[in-house]
């Protein structure tokens, strides 16, 4: 194996331990405010890896360069996010509880007690 098979091998590893560690933040951690964090952390940095490491593949293979994966990176990195803060303010606004004894309680308190804007 070349140099470039093994960053291709240790990508895809560290791709499938990110996507694992996301998973598993879904399912143990305490309230939706901390499980909303673990998708859109570890679940985006593992996608991430496992298609740099295609797009190195696809290189190393002679294939030429395809733009597709670098697109599917991109949108993944800006529109989580996104979603992730959409969803987190909706939740606020719809006061959905959380854990008892989580720090700064008061600002969560102070974002709900403001007005939308108009």
Same mark, same amino acid.
């Given at each position: ?13 560290? @791709?499938?331990?990110?996507?694992l560690? @996301? ?5 143990? #951690?305490?309230?939706?405010?901390? &499980? ?9 940095? @593992?996608?991430?890896?496992? #298609? #740099? ?5 696809? #290189?190393? &293979?002679s ?20 979603s =992730? ?17 989580? =720090? ?13 804007? &108009?």
């Amino acid at each position: 194996m070349n140099l470039l098979e093994w960053l291709v091998a240790v990508l895809l590893v560290a @791709g499938g331990l990110f996507t694992l560690i @996301g998973a598993l933040g879904m399912v143990k #951690l305490p309230d939706f405010y901390t &499980r909303l964090h673990a998708p859109t952390k570890a679940t985006t940095l @593992g996608i991430g890896c496992i #298609l #740099l490491a295609s797009m190195l593949m696809r #290189l190393d &293979r002679s294939e030429g360069f395809e733009i597709q994966e670098l697109v599917i990176s991109l949108f993944l990195f800006i529109t989580a996010p996104v979603s =992730a803060y959409m969803i987190a303010k909706a939740a606020i606004h719809l006061r959905v509880p959380l854990r008892t004894g989580t =720090a700064n309680r008061q600002l969560l308190e102070t974002a709900r007690d403001q007005q939308p804007p &108009r």
